[in-house]
């Protein structure tokens, strides 16, 4: 039903704007793939459905021309952030919003069927009904969506020009989006140590999660490949590994907009985002500010004062 | 020596281990949920049940390798004089590659022949290769994104393999390929085999039926040369590409690598790493100039260097084994094989995608 009206909107808003960013099937049922809509017959390709992951907003910077996105909650906070620190001009971006009540992690629902190839899926507003060589399966939303669904508060986005469905509530506690990082931050030094020491050595420095993090606006300059001058060292140890993910986390501090980009996309399956969600937890602590919520907002490493609320250096 | 046998299940364990006794066995280990070739110890967990995210091609072709050290050495009586002392090591150990997949063994087959040729060889990849005996598992099946039958393979090809094993009745039907899969044969977990060779040839060629083959039948062997030069067909079908390494690192046949000096004063290593074309640096010059800035080029090379330059350069043989990880890992679910499906179109027209009318799944 959304999916009908999301059509109308963007037939609406195409001849206004250079191209529109949505979501079309992908190689197989379970993987969308983003559509750059150019044409009024492109548009019987939109879908949506639990599997539009990707976040779109992230192509905004690069388009030189008036263009339509399409985002859920999630992804509307990046255009928030890039609001923030200049990187688009509003009025060049047209804001499709699609209120979601929560998408499908791929990874999770290949667990839940085996990893068998997938022949049919069919999609309900809570729950996947799975077609593999060896049966049907029907599978709730809730059981295989990434972490950051089940303690989304923002359902509806933070900043559209149209709705493609009425707009959602969060119901979901605002304690629980760092409840993840709370339950490592009880673990000992050691515990810890060896958790990230695990996961981290699985990398192999492909920078998916680099690439496709809207906020990482380096890229083709980043740190960790620059060979003039060459800041870190092109070895495949756990070292190198973790000093490239330190990078990335800390060039995030009080911008990741936890769009979970960066954990999804990961081939080896590290759950990159933890990191960056700590410092976040820190940056919410310490400035009490939530990183692409208010356009008017600015990013507290964005600015300098003497004295900060909750940080005393001078009374040390 | 015989050359069929079968393997139970549950001496899986007991024989990797004893091929572990004079040589690195690398299998693929479950660590949480993704499988990796790993070198094989005790604490590891075999996974033989899906591909692993990684393909094999580190155990032969490793992503990081010292090609040299070297060592500054100060000359007592002649302080101005600087010696420098360099080390190799090719003394590699014997090693296996244990449970990679058919695809795995055929792109090890595509670095073959670049870097073991009569004109110049590797020495590094040669002597590993010589070294490692290939051992692998036959698919019962396709996974997302798989279509090794239209690149000229299949779920039970033999192609750079020494041994290969089908699954069936609770273990695998093991049959040598080469003198080198003859030895393996030879251990004592193996059993008489001759009883399950049907069973195991019925298994592949219901396997092979049911891997999708993305080009159709009027499909021409070479690309389209005026679509490849096409700038418009890139910028429809590759405007979504994020441009990162993923689809190259998960590769079983890239091969392409840089070189690096990393240096701590008076030591140092030269070291070879696995490069991507999908990086901006990859064709970065010294002078500053870059011919290919823009990831559309650089997608083109990826495509054009597995289907178009290399095909030429080795007759005809394809540089991409379709084990479908660049289309099952990519971020934005890129797929290749859709993208060579235009380019082997015999009605393949650039102006049809200069005039919009064309839209790809882009």
């Known amino acids: ?316 | 020596m015989a050359d069929k046998g079968y393997l139970p299940k549950e001496k899986i364990k007991e024989f990797v281990e004893a091929l572990g006794k004079d040589a690195a066995v690398y299998a693929p280990s479950l660590e949480g949920d993704t499988i990796i070739f790993r070198q094989y110890t005790s604490d590891k967990e075999i996974a033989l049940d899906r591909p692993a995210n990684t393909p094999p091609k580190g155990a032969i072709y490793p992503q990081c390798e010292t090609l040299l050290s070297f060592e500054f050495k100060k000359d007592e009586a002649t302080p101005q004089k600087m010696d420098i002392e360099l080390k190799t090591n090719l003394d590699f150990p014997k090693a296996v590659v244990f449970g990679g997949r058919p695809c795995d063994a055929r792109g090890f087959t595509v670095i073959d022949r670049v870097f073991i040729n009569p004109e110049a060889s590797d020495p590094y990849y040669q002597k590993r290769r010589e070294n490692t005996t290939i051992i692998t598992k036959c698919c019962n099946g396709p996974y997302a994104g798989c279509f090794c039958v239209g690149v000229g393979g299949g779920p039970a090809s033999r192609e750079g393999s020494d041994v290969v094993m089908t699954e069936v009745d609770g273990g695998y039907y093991m049959e040598a390929v080469t003198d080198k899969g003859k030895a393996v044969m030879s251990l004592p977990m193996i059993q008489d085999g001759a009883s399950y060779e049907a069973k195991a040839k019925e298994a592949n060629e219901k396997a092979t039926a049911k891997v999708r083959n993305p080009f159709p039948a009027d499909s021409v062997d070479k690309v389209s040369p005026e679509l490849f030069d096409s700038a418009d067909f890139w910028d429809k079908v590759i405007a979504k590409c994020v441009s990162c390494g993923a689809c190259t690192f998960l590769c079983p046949t890239c091969y392409c690598f840089n070189i690096t000096d990393e240096q701590a004063i008076m030591t140092g290593e030269r070291i070879r790493t696995w490069d991507s074309c999908m990086f901006q640096h990859f064709t970065l010059e010294t002078s500053g100039h870059n011919p290919r800035t823009i990831k559309n080029k650089r997608f083109r090379n990826r495509v054009g260097h597995k289907f178009y330059y290399y095909p030429e350069k080795y007759e005809n043989a394809i540089a991409c084994t379709g084990c479908g990880r660049c289309i099952r890992y990519c971020p934005v679910s890129v797929d290749i094989s859709e993208i060579v499906g235009y380019l082997k179109d015999p009605k393949a027209d650039p102006a049809q995608w200069a005039a919009e009318k064309k839209d790809a799944k882009n």
């Not at chain 1, 990230?196 to 420095?205: G, Q, S, T």
């Not at chain 1, 600015?303 to 005393?312: L, M, S």
Request: hydrophobic content about 35%; aromatic content about 6%.
């Open chain 1, 1 to 316: 039903m959304s999916t009908q009206k999301l059509k109308e909107i963007i037939n609406k808003v195409l001849p206004d704007v250079e191209t529109v960013i949505c979501w079309q099937e992908g190689f197989d049922k379970l993987n969308v793939t983003p559509i750059f809509i150019t044409s009024p017959e492109q548009v019987d390709k939109v879908v949506w459905n639990a599997a539009c992951a990707q976040n779109l907003a992230s192509y905004l910077p690069a388009q030189k021309k008036k263009v339509g996105v399409v985002v859920k909650g999630c992804d509307s906070r990046t255009i928030v952030q890039y609001m923030q620190e200049g990187l688009i001009d509003r009025n060049n971006v047209v804001i499709i919003g699609m209120p979601c009540k929560g998408i499908i992690s791929k990874k999770k629902v290949q667990k839940a069927i085996n990893n068998e190839p997938v022949e049919e899926i069919t999609y309900t507003d809570d729950s996947i009904k799975v077609k593999t060589p060896s049966g049907e399966k029907t599978i709730a939303i809730k059981d295989v969506c990434p972490s950051k669904c089940t303690s989304c508060q923002y359902p509806t986005p933070v900043i559209s020009d149209q709705l493609a469905a009425d707009a959602i509530q969060s119901d979901k506690p605002a304690d629980s989006v760092y409840a993840d990082v709370a339950e490592l931050e009880g673990k000992t030094l050691e515990e810890r140590w060896a958790y990230f020491a695990k996961e981290f050595d699985k990398c192999i420095r492909c920078y998916a999660c680099r690439n496709a993090c809207p906020m990482c606006v380096c890229q083709d300059s980043c740190i960790a490949e620059t060979r003039d001058p060459h800041w870190v060292t092109q070895k495949l140890n756990f070292d190198e590994k973790l000093m490239f993910h330190m990078i990335h986390a800390l060039h995030l501090a009080g911008r990741c907009v936890e769009c979970g980009e960066c954990e999804r996309v990961c081939p080896m399956e590290i759950p990159v985002a933890k990191l960056k969600k700590k410092i976040n937890k820190e940056m919410k602590e310490l400035f009490d500010y939530t990183p692409g919520v208010n356009p008017e907002d600015k990013p507290p490493m964005f600015v300098f004062n003497v004295d900060e609320a909750k940080i005393k250096e001078h009374k040390l």
